[in-house]
Nanobody
């Protein structure tokens, strides 16, 4: 199984970025997917999660109203649209996939089946 993130970069505060995550080697439509982030010196944080068919979505309070997660099962791709970015959104962003958890469970899960290697998002003030 391979999980690969892309789309990170450096943007100014108030700007937007769209992250993508492709997963291969698994039946994408069977998996709940999530975005997580970790800033230097901080714990990993669940940002957004979506269940296998896209019908249930959960967000961290810190990103509600600014970030949108979506899942295209036909393209084996997960997205995270990030708007109104703030310097505190700076972090490495990771994509994860899990077969057995709901979106609610995935957002705070400790053990997750598959992880990507991350894409760096840097927001300048």
């Amino acid at each position: 199984v391979q999980v690969v993130e892309s789309g990170g970069g450096l943007v100014q505060a108030g700007g937007s970025l769209r992250l993508s995550c492709t997963a291969s080697g698994l039946t994408f439509g069977d998996y709940a997917m999530g975005w997580f982030r970790q800033a230097p010196g901080k714990d990993r944080e669940g940002v957004a999660a979506i269940n296998s068919d896209g019908s249930t979505i959960r967000y961290a309070d810190s990103v509600k109203g600014r970030f949108t997660i979506s899942k295209d099962n036909a393209k084996n791709t997960l997205y995270l649209q990030m708007n109104s970015l703030k310097p505190e959104d700076t972090a490495m962003y990771y994509c994860a996939a899990d077969l057995g958890q709901s979106s609610e469970e995935l957002l705070t899960a400790i053990s997750i089946d598959y992880w990507g290697k991350g894409t760096l998002v840097t927001i300048s003030s």
